[in-house]
């Protein structure tokens, strides 16, 4: 399973950020103490304006919520299309990237990252950067 619904909508999100001019788009995320959230999506131009993601909106599927398909017994992505803004898209594509990953990035010490998406090149890098916080504890026993 991917981060994005299917092939075709990864092309028509990467399509529409490459016309509108983005050559950047970060992503983040923060958690701790069993919880966690997507904090925000910024996109910046070529020419280093921001775009605002709120307000153009495309067809995307209503939920990231996966559904067993008994039939053939494997995961398939539930929901009807509806209008998204490219902002809750990102976050959605974030999360459903975490989910897929496992990453237990908001119980205990927590962790925090970024989703980055870049477009210098024909093919955009995506890439999804995590720090999970981990608390270590030295034990040392001395004898007087």
């Known amino acids: 399973m991917s981060a994005f619904p299917s092939p075709a909508h990864r092309e028509r999100l990467v399509s ?10 970060e992503v983040s995320f923060a958690g701790s103490g069993d919880s966690g959230s997507i904090e925000g999506a910024d996109a910046v131009c070529h020419d280093n304006t921001e775009f605002d993601l709120t307000n153009v909106r495309i067809k995307w599927p209503e939920q990231s919520m996966q559904v067993l398909d008994k ?12 209008d998204k803004s490219l902002e809750e898209i990102l976050k959605q594509v974030c999360e459903d990237a975490l989910e897929e990953q496992g990453l237990d990035w908001y119980n205990n010490d927590g962790g925090q990252g970024e989703l980055v998406m870049e477009f210098i090149d024909v093919e955009p890098s ?3 950067y995590t720090r999970i916080n981990v608390t270590t504890t030295e034990d040392t026993e001395l004898e007087l």
């Open 16 to 25: 529409l950020l490459k016309v509108s001019g983005v050559r950047r788009i």
């Open 71 to 82: 039939g053939q017994w494997v995961y398939k992505r539930s929901g009807k299309e509806i």
């Open 126 to 128: 995506i890439i999804l």
